[in-house]
T-cell receptor, first 112, second 116 residues
Framework: EAGVAQSPRYKIIEKRQSVAFWCNPISGHATLYWYQQILGQGPKLLIQFQNNGVVDDSQLPKDRFSAERLKGVDSTLKIQPAKLEDSAVYLC??????????FGPGTRLTVL | AQSVAQPEDQVNVAEGNPLTVKCTYSVSGNPYLFWYVQYPNRGLQFLLKYITGDNLVKGSYGFEAEFNKSQTSFHLKKPSALVSDSALYFCAVRDMGPAGGFKTIFGAGTRLFVKA
């Protein structure tokens, strides 16, 4: 089966610019996650969707980050405006409720 | 509050020797527990999970993990390490209790280094 798709794979922007990431989960997976992984750290959950509803966004910096999941399938994560500390790999994952998460390849963001 | 801890930043083991990567957790309800591996410049790969049933769970690449409810631990093990097992390993917990909201939390990771 096809895995989780993410684009772009790499992005370099200057601080205060905006950026958007896209994720297409595995077909049939109702749960979708966005994680931020800073170099040398474990993934930090930013937001979790169940279908197109938000289950948890307690660690999402809502003043600059936003996410949506259109029709319970694809999802976009946006940062506006970006800060230097946002440099990280942004991982999208999807799962069934009882299953392990399947991760996409990630988007490596560099903010200059 | 839901949490997961990996007490060792790095584990060093000689090839052919058994390895253990430690993980402890804290949840309010019944836990779902996972191990993932991350190779350099690669995405996270699922290794194994515990939901219910036998405390010893077998996963990919010869890895297994032992769930210990009394010690709230889920240590990853392999009887004989390979150099190719060298990678970053993450433990994760999903709290299935009503207050947990099915959120999956990751540990900080343990780097495994297997020497030939």
């Amino acid at each position: 089966e096809a895995g989780v798709a993410q684009s772009p794979r790499y992005k370099i922007i200057e601080k205060r610019q905006s950026v958007a990431f896209w994720c297409n989960p595995i077909s049939g997976h109702a749960t979708l996650y966005w994680y931020q992984q800073i170099l040398g750290q474990g993934p930090k959950l930013l937001i979790q969707f169940q279908n197109n509803g938000v289950v948890d966004d307690s660690q999402l910096p809502k003043d600059r980050f936003s996410a949506e999941r259109l029709k319970g399938v694809d999802s976009t994560l946006k940062i506006q405006p970006a800060k230097l500390e946002d440099s990280a790999v942004y991982l999208c994952a999807s799962s069934l409720v009882r299953g392990g998460g399947f991760f996409g390849p990630g988007t490596r963001l560099t903010v200059l | 509050a839901q949490s997961v801890a990996q007490p060792e930043d790095q584990v060093n083991v000689a090839e052919g020797n058994p390895l253990t990567v430690k993980c402890t957790y804290s949840v309010s309800g019944n836990p779902y527990l996972f191990w993932y591996v991350q190779y350099p410049n690669r995405g996270l790969q699922f290794l194994l999970k515990y939901i219910t049933g036998d405390n010893l769970v077998k996963g990919s690449y010869g890895f297994e993990a032992e769930f210990n409810k009394s010690q709230t631990s889920f240590h990853l093990k392999k009887p004989s390490a390979l150099v190719s097992d060298s990678a970053l390993y993450f433990c994760a917990v999903r709290d299935m209790g009503p207050a947990g909201g099915f959120k999956t939390i990751f540990g900080a990771g343990t780097r495994l280094f297997v020497k030939a």
